[in-house]
């Protein structure tokens, strides 16, 4: 040390580790009397662990102020996103492995952060960027001394590395150091929770065996989440979502198999819900899960469960009769025998594929998917968008005739041991609809509706006790209610005496004996005064027990939705250039009005085989009116001149379509016109981002992510807009090895998970993306949203605007352009929702689950369709109150101590299911 003494008051000392370790000479000496400690460190991570320091434990106050390496729109976003960036922050590098090397560290760490002595707080890296000399005020007994260097408190820098330390002890030099230390902790937000949390639980982390954990379930799930990508995001499943899985367990234990239908409303993320479940009952040892989607959204679900769960699963190819592995791979095999022997634990099956193998009579068809599905058994079968399986009265007919979808799933439920359906539609139209998915339920499986005699078997006898209409008079009455089927005991004294006074088990669901069977008097009285109350089976009934339904506006009042409102545009009054746009869609070219023309000579061609025209005029207009990029590619592909996508290989049920002479010829005409012509989408894409703006900024500089259906379309929108502006890299968001960053047009392949920290870092600000790929995609760092096309399914609709109206969004309001062109079909769907989408957050959730395509025929009938759901009307609604209650509550998921390896549970995920034996399962 050399010391140079000041002429009034203190002394300037020089230390370097050269001459001693700093260990020994300064850090010891200073620390050990310390009573108060405050410190000016580098990044936060690196810092907190260096208080491990045994000098540290005896200060009485330390106060660290740290860099996050974080925008500052993060720091002052709204608590719970800036915890959660700074969360995932901290684990970006793997600390597993560390954690086990140093676990003694990292449990003494956790022992002074919960201690209350020491507080750390972070700021922006535009406030103070990375520091490699540190300072810091120290104050003992004697005074305070101030300090500058090169060094840190871990004690290999102190004792080992070549560190510089300058220290001043003049009342000047301690002020002057203080003023920064405390102008930074004015400006920085507190270490969040949850990181104090995860150093807890990697101090303590143990990894258990799946086995251990099938006498125990619920301890199940926090073992096998606490690590997947969804929390190690510093995201979390949302409480409902939790709630749901949890149910999904309650109904394992209370029933020996789970019958449910989720319901929730468009919008909440049913996808996380029933995948969590479906990968606890695998882990569980149940079997087998199949899951039934439509095929434009089997990639979004492969997608989204390896994204968000680490979830390996594999997709059915409809006509290369194959898997396709999470990574795009064709696993080839046997054709469609292969169907019934997944390589994954989990598979994913096209919904209209199986209609196609359905015949009038209820019947599998010899050598399809559906026959060879129903061959074999299943721990779990989720059907997607269960809406679909319904039944219909044909004119003239009071009965009711199940379609294909609907056979099928009452059939192979009896076939396996959990069955869970998914649809926002049923609960808001039909009654009928949502009896056809219940009877479903219960095959196999009488504790969903009763006996095939049960009054809840017929939805007209029971209906008016549910609204209110119609109450119980007498115990007579009520007992056909209450015993068949006969309600688990769980918390109800009612039912626990019954099933006592009629020596039932807890799994025995029906009974032939009367209420008067019953000896005890007290419970006969007991039995008629609760039966008779009025709300009664308003509270308690299977619906209640089997459907399962949150609301928006109830998670939104709960604080746990974020109620954005959403600027639609263009919108009438707003100024927008007139040789764009016709009114408030887009004026269509000279080469649109050709290629349309052609599209409709096309669909005359195709309908003079005998063959429904609509398929093939619906999918050529949706192209069309996507963009040039995306007809011209499908003209092509059905020429022959490329790949055919899956949903039009799975309508064709060929992987090739073969033209006739005529039908060539107008294929060639949409190509010929359409090629080379500027496209009215882009140069709407470059007004929005360019000249249109709100709060004083253009769209480019709030962000923007601009959406389509179609991969063609994204990849030509992205390409457009990169060789524009060279400076400014475009990302490419789509399905598996298609995502991309363009520069100056030039691609270079990334994966998704890397977009999505570029554009959590904010150094990208325009995204081109797919529907397919946007589960998971959390965009609240852009502020503005542009669709190129519209989907003709609002629940679509509502996952694109769900990417930026997220919570952490900086913005009060966000922007949406939803661009059509005048006079065509997507013009009018549209003016039929527009109304209802500027009211996206009163009434999202309102809107059915799709259009369907008959609906689109008529535009006055779907206007009238879609009124239906959106016009307020009394209704029966049970489910107000007891799915929003407890959602607050905390589940300690994410600080699991004890979990899975990963290794194992992607080992039990990648084991294929078992060679399918027995016979077709038959109907009811």
Known sequence: ????????????????????????????????????????????????????????????????????????????????????????????????????????????????????????????????????????????????????????????????????????????????????????????????????????????????????????????????????????????????????????????????????????????GKTLSLAASALISVLLGDGPVLIMTPSTLLEQWQIELLDRLAMPVARWHSTRKCWIDPAGRTIKGAGVPDVARCPYAVGLVSTGLIVQGVDRHGEPKPGTEAEHLLRRRYGMVILDEAHKARSSEPVGSDERFPNNLLKFITRIATRTQHMLLSTATPIQTSEADLWDILQALNQGAEFVLGSAFSDWQFPNRVLPYLKGERQVINLREGWQLITNPLPPTDNDDLIADIRSELDLGDREWLTNKFASDMSNPVIAMKAEMELTSRDYFRRNNPLLRHVVLRKRRDLERLGLLPALPVDIHPSAGEQIPAHLFDGLSLYTSEAFNIALEAVTAFTKAYARRDKPAGFMRTLLMQRLCSSQAAAIATAKALMGEGDLDEEIQEELDSSAFDPRSEERNHLHVIVDALQGGGDPKLKAVRYFLDEHVTDKRTWRELGSIIFSQYYDTAAWIAESLSLDRPDQVVALYAGTGKSRLLSGGVPTSIERTQIKHLVANREIKLVVATDAACEGLNLQTLGTLINVDLPWNPSRLEQRIGRIKRFGQTRQRVDMANLTYAGTIDEKVYRVLSERLKKSSDILGTLPETIEADWIEDIETLEERLRGYTVPRKRFDPFEDRYAAGLLAEDGWAAASEVLARSDVERILSLGWPTPRGRVATGS
Not at 236 to 264: I, K, N, S
């Open 1 to 268: 040390m050399v010391s140079t003494p000041f002429a009034e008051h203190g002394s300037l000392a020089r230390f370097s580790s050269r001459l001693g370790r700093l260990s020994q000479s300064y850090l010891a000496e200073r620390l050990r009397t310390a009573i108060t400690y405050d410190r000016i460190a580098g990044y936060f991570r690196s810092s907190i662990f260096e208080l491990v320091g045994e000098e540290i434990k005896g200060i009485e106050k330390v106060r660290i102020v740290a860099n996050a390496d974080l925008d500052p729109e993060d720091i002052e976003a709204a608590q719970r996103v800036r915890e959660a960036r700074l969360f995932q922050r901290f684990v970006e590098d793997d600390l597993i492995v560390d954690a086990v090397v140093h676990r003694d560290r990292y449990s003494k760490l956790y022992e002074l952060l919960i201690s209350g002595r020491v507080e750390i707080k972070v700021v922006p890296r535009t406030v103070a960027p990375f520091l490699h000399g540190k300072a810091g005020v120290i104050t003992g007994p004697e005074g305070a001394v101030a300090f500058m260097g090169s060094i840190n408190e871990t004690k290999a820098a102190w004792a080992y590395n070549y560190e510089l330390v300058w220290e001043d002890s003049s009342p000047e030099g301690v002020s002057w150091v203080q003023a920064e230390f405390d102008e930074l902790w004015a400006q920085g937000k507190p270490l969040p929770d949850a990181i104090v949390a995860e150093v807890g639980r990697l101090a303590n982390r143990r990894e258990v065996e799946v086995v251990n954990f099938h006498d125990q379930p619920a301890n199940m799930v926090p073992a096998a989440l606490a690590e997947t990508p969804i929390y190690r995001e510093g995201e979390a499943l949302q409480p409902w979502q939790r709630a749901f899985v949890v149910q999904f367990l309650a109904h394992r234990e209370t029933y020996g198999r789970a019958r449910v239908l989720l319901a929730d409303e468009v919008g909440v």
